[in-house]
């Protein structure tokens, strides 16, 4: 029972891709390319000589990530027993490892390319995701259905439409990642409190070509440590992101009830119930819903990080080793099992159109009013004759359609025929077409600039 750990996100969510990502081995290779860049920007800037260079890139991978943990435990400090154990294979070349350096240079930037990786994974599901919804827009963009405000009947929709809304609301999640990266992804190489001071006039060319060697621009300025609003910019996307699927799996849960069942989780299970034999339940949607909740809780943690005393303290640490491998773990397990709901989710057109004619026809009531409004009626004079005639439709359980006809008032406007043409939903569905191909051309923009 060894490898199931406290934390499912060991062994339960989450990919073996992102996993290996985040582990603390990829994070200790991570501070040795940052220390061995460091040396680079060393040399190219005059500090030691050249030479060093090609003899610390002979012998790095000597260094073993197990000797800098054991060191780490004789030594209580991370960075320092990552400089003892490179001192170890480097030789002569150790005594200009971590020069000028502070632990947060080496710390902050290995971060970063953690997380650049990291993205990179988070935005290739991410867009597997929108493409498979594009392609649900474009299936079912004629496929007519209740739409429903307040949990209550509104106006006819496609579930076409519905589709394409999520398309644009996780396009924009995709473009605030690829926003946030310009400001998230850079390295941090400025010495104890920023100011470069053990480089003297040098600094500048350290940073530059210790960070050009790693294919990262600088921040600007900085104190020990990379300004943390980044990092909170990070989990709070990630907590919109999460929020949006969320959304998404609500949505598939409520047309899922058996009343409604208009479309479904598709995801086989052997068992729904371990009592009741015929339940289906949308466990992968409320799984998706549990986790999201974890993630809008971690924003909280986030921001408390970036009020730190002076030029930095050490409370966003120890916050931050759980914080950031424990929301990127969680969005991954709620991307790969959104993209599984879509890939499995069945729809019940048949039920859409039965569901569409439950309240018989009162929700195409706008469509008269509408209609009467252009015939010269005023609207709130037809507004309430109208609620009057749909309060007489539900007191009697007749067809609306068969009210309005009968009506004396809305006669004395609307033929027979233009009553009936108003009554169908297919009539009334306004600009669906051009708002569904508007937002699928906003995904593929959004996805081909970034």
């Known amino acids: 029972m060894d490898k199931y750990g406290v934390c499912p996100l060991e062994w339960r969510y989450g990919s073996e891709e992102l996993r290996r990502i985040l582990s603390y081995e990829n994070i200790i290779k991570k501070m040795i390319e940052v220390e061995v860049a460091l040396l680079i920007g060393l040399a190219n800037a005059g ?57 947060n240079d080496i710390i902050d930037t290995a971060w970063i ?6 993205l990179l994974c988070i935005k290739s599901k991410l867009r597997n995701i929108i493409e498979r919804l594009i392609d649900l827009a474009k299936r079912y963009r004629d496929c007519i259905m209740i739409g429903r405000t307040h949990g209550q009947h509104a106006l006819p929709i ?4 519905k589709f394409a809304n999520y398309v644009y609301e996780l396009s924009r999640s995709y473009e605030r990642i690829c926003d946030l990266e310009k400001r ?4 941090k190489i400025s010495g104890a409190v920023g100011t470069m001071a053990a480089w003297g006039d040098k600094g500048l060319d350290v940073e530059k070509y210790a960070l050009q060697t790693l294919n990262l621009e600088p921040h600007i300025i900085s104190t020990q440590v990379a300004p943390r609003d980044g990092f909170a910019e990070l989990i709070s996307v990630i907590a919109i992101l999460g929020s949006q699927l969320d959304r998404l799996a609500i949505e598939v849960r409520e047309l899922m009830r058996p009343e409604i069942m208009e479309i479904a989780e598709g995801v086989s299970r052997k068992v729904g119930s371990s009592t009741m034999p015929h339940k289906q339940n949308p466990i992968t949607c409320e799984k998706i819903s549990g986790l999201a909740k974890i993630l809008r809780s971690l924003v909280i943690a986030s921001l408390e990080n970036i ?52 309240l018989k026809g009162i929700n195409m009531a706008e469509s008269i009013l509408v209609r009467l409004v252009r015939k010269g ?38 033929s027979i025929n233009e009553i009936k043409e108003a009554m169908r939903p297919e009539n009334y569905l306004g600009s669906i077409d051009k708002l569904i191909d508007r937002a699928i051309n906003y995904a593929y923009k959004i996805m081909k600039y970034c």
């Open 47 to 103: 500090i030691i000589p050249k030479d060093i260079v090609s003899h610390v890139e002979k012998c790095v991978d000597k260094v073993s990530v197990e000797r800098v943990i054991q060191l780490e435990k004789e030594l209580g400090h991370e960075v320092m027993a990552l400089t003892v154990a490179l001192g170890e294979v480097l030789g002569e070349a150790s005594k200009y490892v971590h020069l000028g350096a502070t632990s």
């Open 113 to 118: 390319l953690v997380l650049r990786e990291s």
């Open 158 to 161: 496609t579930l076409g439409f």
């Open 184 to 187: 998230l992804i850079r390295g």
């Open 307 to 358: 009020p730190l005393w002076h030029e930095r303290d050490l409370t966003n640490s120890s916050s931050e080793r759980i914080l950031i491998p424990h929301t990127l773990l969680i969005l991954d397990e709620i991307l790969n099992s959104t993209l599984l709901v879509l890939e499995n989710l069945v729809i019940y057109p048949e039920n859409m159109k039965k569901n569409l004619t439950l």
């Open 377 to 414: 009626v005023p609207r709130l004079v037809a507004y309430d004759h109208l609620k009057h005639l749909i309060n007489y439709a539900r007191s009697t359980g007749k067809e609306f359609e068969d009210v309005l006809i009968n009506d004396e008032f809305v006669r004395k406007y609307l």
